[in-house]
């Protein structure tokens, strides 16, 4: 049952400022409600589309939270929660400006509860991805802070609590044992008088180098972009880098309040990507400047940053770190990346970074974007494990964006050189299930080996052997993969990669969920994630050949448990 806010009014005459004595038809500037937080979550109800206004959580005099909203005035689209729980038992004021009662009855139907709506059904939504992240309710988009800490996986990312599109960022937290299963833990740092939370990195201050350290659990500390101007309480602010930190566990989070910890320096510098360098004992920072512009700085104790070099390259959302060679790990190499997942492969001395290679493209996807790479993982376990964002809309739905799978990636040598090579990480074997393999079989023109299979979710490797053939591939629920023998080039829904045919053979491996197909080749050397909505009344397979027999080595085919059930 609701338990409406009215009904914890603290104030007479409905709770309005002293323009509340107007005639109720006419447009109010604002208008505010007061109450006693008792519950977890305030209910706000959105419709896309309509006209945003600010809203601010005032608690003792100073605005706790503030962000702007399409309010519905009735009919939502959906329903979207402020998390309350943190200040329980505190008086608060809730106002929002550009208040009008023919237009905005969605602030008056705010109510406070301990579950939001839609809750029941969360996870089950027609079009949720039931094998990536999805924040449960508004947009996300860049993976951030991404850290591993006393086995858990932290992943923040730059989120909308509150629409579904892009728009108050702020950090989302959520955690997993295993990179395949997710809790949300509610938003960890949010907007403030400095700016919108931008993109950032997490570490654990293994040595408490910045002083933070408490108790007995190490430090997570994380970096992001104070984006100044970006908010109402930012007003004049620019751009700068922050810090807030938890001694808990990623649970609870405290905003350093020397914020911020490095300046202003030109444009929209964001994105600071920190790493521990253990050669120099000190940490580095890449940061982007602007004008495709990489810069690096060091510190002792993540509070002051010193500038060391600087390297023109690419936009935005920098990553660096080391990959060894073949597996050699007397032999590594250092990566940089951008946004885009474009990479250069060179040397860095804690402080300059020095090409050996040109620009590298690491997809050939439709909606790859701003990936990071996990800090922290133990030696024990070794690997590079990379989650990017996925720019897949999701109409009609209550949420917006996704991630992709966690891969792996390995760094091997080539004919043109280095390159790196993604894989699923193997923690997808946990979601296999009805397994069924075929061996050597010639596959002719109008025979399909996977007829009479059904099903939404599949893990599917093949190896084959393409060279009597001249196009083969697989029909995922209506949607063709095909790999062009003469071309040696594999094909999906608009988009080519090259695949090189290796003694006759080429290795297929596809991951398929509700919104994307994402394709690997041989072993990872490509990788094509594909941002496509599958037809809900489309659940066959189908493997093909034309122009020839291809043969058919291995097909191991898995239908996927849901990580949401």
């Not at 323009?19 to 208008?31: F, G, N, T, Y």
């Not at 079009?127 to 800490?149: A, C, E, I, K």
């Not at 599109?165 to 509610?186: K, R, V």
């Not at 949607?479 to 990669?497: F, M």
């Amino acid at each position: 049952m609701k338990e409406t806010l009215l009904g914890t009014l603290l104030v007479t005459l409905g709770c309005l400022t002293a323009v509340s004595a107007q005639d109720d038809a006419a447009p109010i500037a604002e208008k505010s409600r007061q109450f006693v937080l008792q519950k977890k979550y305030l209910n706000l109800p959105v419709k896309n589309g309509a006209k945003k206004r600010y809203i601010h959580l005032i608690i003792d005099g100073k605005i706790v939270r503030e962000f702007d909203i399409e309010l519905a005035h009735e009919n939502p689209d959906f329903w979207v929660f402020l998390e309350i729980g943190a200040f329980k038992g505190k008086k608060a004021t809730l106002r929002v400006d550009k208040y009008d009662p023919a237009g905005t009855k969605g602030f008056d139907s705010a109510y406070q509860a301990d579950t939001y709506i839609g809750e029941e059904d969360v996870y089950r939504e027609k079009l949720r991805p039931q094998l990536h992240f999805t924040s449960r309710r508004g947009w996300n988009n860049d993976s951030n802070g991404m850290v591993y800490y006393d086995g858990e996986y932290h992943l923040f990312y730059q989120h909308n609590p509150y629409g579904w599109n892009w728009g108050n960022m702020t950090w989302g937290h959520a955690i997993s044992e295993d990179m395949i299963h997710w809790t949300e833990l509610g938003d960890a740092i949010h907007p403030d008088r400095l700016g919108t939370i931008f993109s950032g990195s997490a570490v654990v201050d293994v040595n408490n180098t910045a002083g933070f350290q408490t108790g007995d659990e190490k430090v997570i500390v994380c970096i992001y972009t104070s984006a100044g101007g970006r908010n109402p309480m930012s007003k004049g602010q620019p751009f700068t880098q922050s810090i807030a930190y938890s001694n808990d566990r990623g649970r609870t989070w405290t905003v350093y309040e020397g914020n911020p910890v490095l300046g202003h320096i030109n444009g929209g510098n964001r994105d600071p990507k920190v790493i521990w360098h253990t050669p120099t004992g000190q940490w580095v920072m890449a940061l982007y400047l602007d004008d495709r512009v990489m810069a690096f700085f060091t510190s002792k104790d993540l509070k002051s940053w010193e500038l060391q070099s600087k390297i023109k390259c690419f936009h935005e959302c920098p990553e660096l770190f080391t990959l060894p060679v073949d597996g050699d790990k007397s032999n590594e190499k250092w990566i940089l990346y951008g946004g885009s997942g474009e990479y250069l492969i060179g040397h860095f001395d804690g402080k300059e970074f020095k090409s050996e290679s040109d620009a590298i493209r690491f997809h050939h996807g439709n909606c790859f974007y701003a990936s990071q790479t996990f800090t922290n993982i133990p030696k024990s376990d070794g690997r590079r494990i990379q989650i990017a964002w996925g720019r897949v809309k999701m109409p009609d739905m209550p949420f917006n964006q996704m991630m992709l799978f966690p891969v792996t990636l390995t760094l091997h040598t080539t004919e043109e050189g280095p390159r790196m090579f993604a894989e699923p990480v193997r923690e997808i074997e946990g979601l296999h299930k009805h397994p069924r393999q075929w061996k050597n079989k010639t596959l002719k023109a109008g025979d399909n080996l996977l007829s009479g299979l059904s099903g939404e979710l599949f893990h599917i490797r093949a190896k084959l052997r393409v060279d009597g053939a001249r196009e083969t591939g697989f029909v995922i629920r209506d949607i063709p993969v095909v790999y062009n023998v003469e071309k040696q080039q594999l094909s999906c829904q608009g988009k080519t990669a090259p695949l090189k045919i290796v003694d006759g053979r080429i290795r297929l491996e596809l991951l398929v969920d509700r919104t994307s197909i994402e394709i690997f080749g041989n072993d990872g050397r490509m990788y094509m994630p594909m941002g496509v909505i599958l037809a809900d009344n489309s659940k066959s397979l189908e493997i093909f050949t034309k122009g020839g027999a291809t043969e058919v080595e291995s097909l191991d085919v898995y239908e996927l448990r849901s990580a949401w059930r």
